[in-house]
């Protein structure tokens, strides 16, 4: 049995000599007829540029990370500022049945106790929707405007 030796050599497979047979780097030279040069690193690391670059595109990913938050934090708005709606029109159409169909924008903020902008918001949003219509234009009342009522 051989002696191992304490320094580790690289070995070469030869298939064509069959897969046991393996030889040492000066075997291969001698095998072969080339020269081999070994353990010579191909490139020098800049460690300095490496740290450079991950600093850079740490900096990077925490503003997207902030960017994101940002985004989420609109998004939950959004979400709650539409819940909001919804709400609101299910209370306003709520009212307009109760009410035969018609009523004042003023009429429907005092009596459920919206914001005016929001009662205005809903009966856009309404309208748009064709759900509602806007009353006749001769109709007035003590707080001006028209009244609602559901389409024809």
């Known amino acids: ?39 010579q690193p191909t490139a020098t690391i800049d460690h300095a540029a490496v740290a ?46 109760e009410r035969g169909g018609e009523a004042y924008p003023h009429e429907i903020a005092r009596d459920l106790r919206m914001p005016i902008p929001l009662v205005l918001k809903v009966m856009n949003a309404l309208r748009e929707e064709g759900i509602i219509e806007e009353g006749a234009q001769g109709e007035e009342s003590e707080g001006g405007g028209e009244p609602t009522k559901p389409p024809s």
């Open 1 to 39: 049995m051989e002696q191992q030796t304490s320094t580790m050599q690289p070995k070469f497979t030869y298939p064509s000599l069959g897969e046991s047979w393996v030889t040492s780097a000066r075997e291969h030279e001698a095998y072969t007829g080339r020269d081999i040069q070994l353990l």
């Open 52 to 97: 450079s670059a991950i600093r850079e595109l740490a900096a990077k990913l925490s503003s997207i990370e902030r960017r994101l938050e940002r985004l989420e934090l609109q998004a939950r708005s959004s979400v709650r500022e539409l819940r909001r709606l919804e709400d609101a029109k299910l209370r306003v159409l709520r009212y307009l049945e």
